[in-house]
């Protein structure tokens, strides 16, 4: 059993900032990628930044700049910082982990959050 936990959503005015955490917890080998979603309501869920076990990152074109996203691998831990937060960021954020369970094993499963309400005000 694999069990995601986020937090740090809010409401913030235009311009400010946020750090969204994600701790992954349970039968865990190894963490191989920490990802943030986000859905708009009526939209699709879109990818907002991934990044690898060895920190390899990439962003959603709308957010290069403005978010940053890292990892601790010795806490099982991503964190999405969100500077300079605009009223189109509004969504709920989702974290997303695909986590391998065993060191022998070539598996990788797939992994929810239970979703973070980002609010941005005008």
């Known amino acids: 059993q694999v069990r995601l936990v986020e937090s740090g959503g809010g409401l913030v005015q235009a311009g400010g900032s946020l750090r969204l955490s994600c701790a992954v917890s349970g039968y865990i080998f190894r963490v191989n990628v920490v990802g943030w979603y986000r859905q708009a309501p009526g939209k699709q869920r879109e990818l907002v930044a991934a990044?690898?076990?060895?920190?390899?990152?990439n962003y959603a074109d709308s957010v290069k700049g403005r978010f940053t996203i890292s990892r601790d691998n010795a806490k099982n831990t991503g964190y999405l910082q969100m500077n300079s937060l605009k009223p189109e960021d509004t969504a709920v954020y989702y974290c997303?982990?695909?986590?391998?369970?065993?060191?022998?094993?070539?598996?990788?499963?797939?992994?929810w959050g239970q979703g973070t309400q980002v609010t941005v005000s005008s």
């Open positions: 997303n982990a695909k986590v391998q369970t065993h060191p022998l094993l070539d598996n990788e499963y797939n992994y």
């Open positions: 990044i690898t076990h060895g920190g390899s990152t």
